[in-house]
């Protein structure tokens, strides 16, 4: 038996045995936590996945006298002279129903188009043949002969869609489960209590939003400057009305997580703030004379910019307009904006300061098409991740940004060498993703659910963005 006796030794000299590393993968299953280290590197292994995998254009031969948006890409294809009215191209706006079933679309030629997402995602696999000219694909597809710049999803009512144009001054709202190209309600602006504008060409409404409280209250940024709130129960026309001071056109607007701050972009470069609630805890939407909505803070977000002391130093910083303002879904006080020149950033709503800003070199550096720059565009953040994806003003592709809270993101103001090495176990910051696609985007919608990423063109064409397939053949090809 001796000769299985350990002797007893110092611990000098019986050192204990080096701890084993902790499979990453089963610690999410085995603790019933994600860490953040094994966040960030998924993070980062969903950017390198992705890859434009198809393209849709809108080919609608089987429309009634043509469909306008078909007809106006391929007569720029062609070079034909076409009316003004065929000339405006591009999509203008995506979404998602909250379930991630239907995906909305419309262009600035006036088309609506709702699709069924399995189906569009299984054609992707299909031949290439199969593309969007069977309009069996599609639930809906109808011409409003207007121009239209929004569409939303009613939160509560997943069968009704409602529609914006810069071009006049009603909300069309449509209901998918009937095929007409009538709307089943129209909202109206009216004539403005607060408004000096008297040009037609203000009296457009720029985005528009549902309330997620209630089904029944909708706002609508209007190109005179003011925010227009409805509840469908008592009229259609607003019961409520915001104003600022300076009248400037408003592009795009956000809603906090309660609903009770709505802000909205301005033209001028200004964000604005009102409080909903009025100093009251109730719900600010009872009386059509309510004007206690307060503006709680207009801010310029160049002014923000030229805080920031290593921006200032490297930049000339000038007021841009505001294209689009988001809430990030994942981290609800981070406000993201987009401006005219490509540049975009996060307004961190608790402390009114822009924590991260990304700042794309300009287009005539490398001698690209400017053309585009000035088209509106729509960026989309990614559910789960603090990713922002946005489409490149000067070319050809789609960037998604780490807009990560804490400094380890590379477009963090204070992002420094030291705080990437605060994260050196989690292998370095997650990096940001140029994904280079076929056409120039405009929009971008993500789904709910599955990461996968719908990008509107200015050829009024779908792009598909998600996670490449290798097949079997390919992956022993390799080894």
């Not at 045995?17 to 994600?34: A, D, Q, S």
């Not at 569009?120 to 593309?131: H, N």
């Not at 914006?164 to 069309?172: E, F, G, I, N």
Request: glycine share 6%.
């Amino acid at each position: 038996m001796e000769k299985f006796v350990v002797p007893v030794h110092s611990p000098q000299q019986n050192p204990k045995p080096p701890l084993r590393p902790h499979w990453k993968r089963m610690i999410p299953e085995l603790e019933g936590r994600v860490p953040f280290c094994y966040r960030r590197q998924a993070s980062q292994l969903l950017l390198d996945s992705l890859a434009q995998v198809r393209i849709f254009e809108h080919n609608y031969r089987t429309v009634p006298d043509g469909c306008p948006t078909h007809m106006a890409r391929m007569a720029n294809v062609a070079n034909l002279d076409m009316p003004v009215s065929y000339l405006r191209q591009g999509t203008s706006g995506l979404e998602f129903d909250t379930k991630g079933i239907y995906l909305a679309s419309v262009t600035k030629t006036g088309c609506l188009t709702v699709h069924d997402f399995e189906t569009l995602y299984c054609t992707i696999y299909g031949p290439k043949s199969s593309s969007m000219e069977d309009e069996t694909k599609d639930l809906l597809h109808i011409y409003t002969s207007k121009e239209l710049d929004s569409v939303r999803w009613n939160p509560t009512n997943q069968d009704e869609v409602a529609c914006a144009s810069r071009q006049h001054d009603k909300v069309m709202l449509f209901d998918i489960g009937y095929i007409s190209s009538e709307p089943v309600e129209v909202l109206e602006k009216g004539k403005s209590k607060f408004s000096r504008h008297t040009c037609e060409l203000y009296n457009g409404l720029s985005d528009i939003m549902f309330a997620s409280a209630d089904k029944s209250r909708l706002l609508a940024s209007g190109l005179d400057g003011a925010i227009y709130i409805w509840d469908k129960r008592l009229s259609h026309f607003p019961c409520l009305e915001l104003t600022t001071n300076s009248h400037s056109q408003l592009n795009s607007i956000a809603l906090d997580l309660e609903d009770r701050v709505v802000f909205g972009a301005s033209k001028q470069g200004i964000i604005y703030a009102w409080d909903l609630r009025g100093g009251r805890p109730s719900y600010a939407f009872q009386s059509h004379n309510d004007a206690s909505c307060s503006l709680l803070a207009s801010l310029k977000v160049s002014s923000m910019l030229e805080r920031i002391t290593t921006l200032k130093a490297q930049s000339n910083i000038v007021s841009r307009e505001i294209h689009s303002i988001s809430f990030n879904p994942s981290c609800y006080h981070q406000l993201a904006f987009h401006l005219d020149d490509g540049w975009s950033g996060v307004l961190n709503v608790s402390s009114f300061n822009v924590t991260h800003v990304h700042c794309p070199p300009p287009a005539w550096l490398d001698g690209m098409d400017i053309s585009t720059s000035s088209i509106m565009r729509r960026p989309t953040w990614l559910p789960t991740c603090s990713i922002y994806a946005v489409g490149s003003s000067s070319g050809n592709g789609l960037f998604l940004l780490d807009f990560y809270l804490g400094t380890s993101s590379a477009c963090h103001v204070d992002f420094t060498e030291e705080s990437q090495n605060t994260y050196k176990e989690c292998r370095g910051a997650v990096k940001n993703k140029y994904v280079p696609v076929s056409q120039n985007i405009l929009v971008c919608a993500v789904h709910p659910h599955n990461e996968t990423i719908i990008a509107g063109t200015k050829e009024s064409s779908l792009l598909v963005i998600s996670p490449r397939l290798q097949t079997l053949q390919s992956t022993n090809s390799t080894t």
